[in-house]
């Protein structure tokens, strides 16, 4: 693993060392001024809020639409798949209603970790990761501690943005010979008809094998509207019995697939069947790879979690195999339209070139790809 005393200057100098064990987590409680900070994989970026299971909003790299028919292109929202609403005993958990809020970004894992009690009755932790190893996917780990026998309802959202048109928003249980996959799903055209979006979503429940349908909870779709689709289920949950269940999803458009729809089925699917810990785990080790090009300093925390947290934006905005670059919102949103400007070459693009060469070569090629256009 690379080691890099760093004085915050373009350039470092190599250094064997050891980085401090505390210097990979970020943790707020409630504050004022909030921004939430990405979960992203160079695909998709999800943008948490303060408000239990709730996010802001899905930004798509690369999947450009007028803004207006005379106006530039700019960044397409995605749908976004990455909201739950949970019930206990017939109550919205909502920011009224909870305590000993925290919110917790792992950098070194990539993983934004919501936790908080709900009144006397449970005390429920979520963590958002944007899959490194499942592009366009997004995951959502999910678990209710109870402080006493409760009734929970969970609801999975695909809320589709305003600006989408004639969205098309079903719910269907594939089959093959083994098992059932239900699929929550939405497929809608952007703004100015320039690409068509396929969202997909499901729940996963950990102690239960997909074959065993079952075992599974009833579910219930509602569609509140074409643009707020929604998949439910209810479980009775004893005194001190944890609960832990998944909320996953996938976005893909034409600018990447001929058939988005099909496509964010697949990786949903994927993710349905694959046991939790292998795909967290093949998650976890990219990042490890990722974390080869670290810089580390020495002596004072702060400057650490400072630098480390420049360091997981640039890595969570690209990839080595995507041949796109950085805007300077990154994957966070959508001023400057998401449009590349020189500040990726004079700022992101040096670090990068010491740090992880796939990913700066990947920058490069954005530019030699477009130089036709240009």
């Given at each position: 693993?690379?080691?890099?005393?760093?004085?915050?200057?373009?350039?470092?100098?190599?250094?064997?060392?050891?980085?401090?064990?505390?210097?990979?987590?970020?943790?707020?409680?409630?504050?004022?001024?909030?921004?939430g900070i990405v979960a992203a994989n160079g695909r998709i970026g999800i943008l948490p809020e303060d408000k239990p299971f709730q996010t802001k909003s899905i930004i798509l790299n690369n999947v450009y639409d007028k803004e207006s028919p005379l106006g530039v292109s700019r960044i397409l929202l995605g749908m976004n798949f990455a909201k739950l609403a949970l019930e206990i005993d017939g109550e919205l958990i909502d920011e009224t209603n909870v305590s000993d809020w925290k919110q917790t970004l792992n950098m070194k894992t990539a993983g934004f970790t919501t936790s908080f009690t709900f009144k006397d009755k449970a005390k429920v932790s979520y963590t958002i990761y944007a899959l490194r190893n499942i592009q366009y996917s997004g995951y959502i780990d999910i678990s209710v501690a109870p402080l006493k026998n409760i009734s929970l309802k969970a609801t999975g959202i695909i809320e589709t943005p305003d600006e989408y048109h004639s969205p098309n928003s079903t719910f269907r249980i594939l089959q093959d010979l083994e098992t059932t996959m239900p699929i929550l799903q939405t497929v809608a055209e952007s703004r100015l008809g320039r690409h068509m979006v396929g969202t997909s979503?499901?729940?996963?429940?950990?102690?239960?094998?997909?074959?065993?349908?079952?075992?599974?909870?009833?579910?219930?779709h509602e569609l509140e509207s074409a643009y707020d689709n929604r998949l439910s289920f209810e479980q009775e949950l004893k005194k001190g019995e944890t609960f832990e269940f998944a909320w996953t999803g996938a976005v893909c458009s034409t600018?990447?697939?001929?058939?988005?729809?099909?496509?964010?089925?697949?990786?949903?699917?994927?993710?349905?069947?694959?046991?939790?810990?292998?795909?967290?785990?093949?998650?976890?080790?990219?990042?490890?790879?990722l974390w080869?090009?670290?810089?580390?300093?020495?002596?004072?925390?702060?400057?650490?979690?400072?630098?480390?947290?420049?360091?997981?934006h640039l890595y969570a905005f690209s990839r080595g195999d995507s041949d796109?670059?950085?805007?300077?919102?990154?994957?966070?949103?959508?001023?400057?339209?998401?449009?590349?400007?020189?500040?990726?070459?004079?700022?992101?693009?040096?670090?990068?070139?010491?740090?992880?060469?796939?990913?700066?070569?990947?920058?490069?090629?954005?530019?030699?790809?477009?130089?036709?256009k240009a």
């Open positions: 693993m690379k080691k890099i005393l760093c004085s915050i200057l373009l350039f470092a100098v190599m250094l064997n060392g050891h980085s401090q064990e505390d210097g990979w987590i970020l943790s707020a409680g409630k504050v004022d001024k909030y921004t979503a499901t729940f996963i429940w950990h102690a239960i094998n997909s074959t065993r349908e079952h075992q599974r909870p009833e579910l219930t600018q990447d697939f001929e058939d988005p729809q099909t496509e964010s089925e697949r990786f949903v699917i994927f993710n349905l069947l694959t046991p939790r810990e292998d795909l967290l785990n093949q998650h976890k080790s990219l990042w490890e790879d080869k090009g670290d810089i580390v300093i020495e002596g004072n925390l702060q400057d650490q979690l400072d630098v480390r947290l420049a360091l997981y796109l670059s950085i805007a300077p919102m990154g994957l966070s949103s959508q001023n400057y339209n998401g449009h590349i400007f020189w500040d990726t070459e004079l700022w992101m693009f040096p670090p990068l070139l010491m740090l992880n060469q796939d990913i700066a070569r990947s920058l490069v090629n954005y530019r030699s790809d477009r130089l036709g």
